[in-house]
């Protein structure tokens, strides 16, 4: 492994000569997410962590799909090396991010301060799918000798298929909980078993991290007002009815019935209404 400052070689000839701009934004994006994922939690609140969870994954594809999005003034012709890929069948909103032909896959492999040398992937359909990217299996040995692991690819979806025949996989596994971001690396390596090992062929070395998220569109909710602060609906003012007396009329008649309302004038539309 490389220091966390220095700049990997193999780094550097996968993304040329902006490898360190790469480097800093998908730190950024890693700390901005996890920003975000415990502001969730905190809001949330309970005892389970089941809010920091669902807004983790995916929401570190969606962040790093935001931080590279972004254009910086000084820098303008960056973004014209990123290519944004919607797998058929991932999440709608979301794309995968391809620079200068380094497809971008990062994921959560441990919430302890842990290796990458222990890192494992899922070994879902899309996990297998993105093995096309990825380099041969190494040869590997045991006690009948050298032999070489079956690759894990499979048939890859058409948005997937339609990128360059080149295009390498480039693996950012990062440890994190609920109490806050560990570490992150990245390396080029292929999955070789069912249980999700990774062989790696480059790296894996430490990810920079920013000290402070720069949270873009991250807002907590101000202060509510508790529900006992507030009025409640028959907390106002009553209302006073107006009362009137019986004219003198009606107390003078006590046979007739009293009128408490003025009936109103039926018009007439025809002259023989009136006759009957």
């Known amino acids: 492994m490389k220091d966390v400052q220095g700049a990997s070689e193999w780094a550097a000839q996968l993304l040329g000569d902006r490898e360190a701009e790469v480097r800093k934004r998908i730190g950024q994006a890693i700390r901005d997410r996890q920003e975000r994922a415990l502001t969730c939690q905190d809001v949330a609140g309970g005892s389970t962590r089941h809010a920091y969870g669902g807004a983790r994954y995916p929401g570190f594809h969606e962040s790093l799909m935001e931080e590279f999005a972004r254009v910086d003034g000084n820098d303008v012709r960056f973004n014209d090396d990123i290519t944004f890929v919607n797998p058929d069948g991932f999440f709608k909103e979301i ?91 990245w390396g080029v390596g292929t999955l070789i078993d069912d249980q999700g090992t990774i062989a790696w062929s480059d790296g894996p070395d430490p990810l920079p991290l920013p000290a402070t998220p720069v949270r873009r569109g991250l807002a907590l909710l101000p ?51 009136n006759e009957n």
């Open 95 to 185: 794309d995968l991010v391809c620079y200068r032909g380094a497809l971008l896959w990062p994921f959560r492999f441990s919430d302890r301060d842990v290796s990458a040398e222990r890192a494992k992937l899922s070994d879902s359909r899309l996990v297998r799918e993105l093995m096309g990217f990825a380099p041969p299996p190494p040869p590997r040995e045991d006690l009948f000798g050298s032999w070489v692991p079956q690759s894990r690819s499979t048939d890859m979806r058409p948005r997937l298929a339609a990128l360059p025949a080149d295009t390498k996989l480039l693996l950012i596994p990062f440890s994190s909980n609920a109490s806050g971001l560990l570490k992150a690396y």
């Open 223 to 273: 202060p509510q007002t508790h529900p006992t602060d507030l009025p409640s609906f028959d907390s106002g003012a009553q209302p006073v009815p107006e009362l009137f007396s019986r004219p003198d009329a009606d107390e003078k008649n006590p046979g007739l019935s009293p009128q408490s309302e003025k009936q109103e004038h039926q018009p007439l539309t025809t002259e023989e209404e």
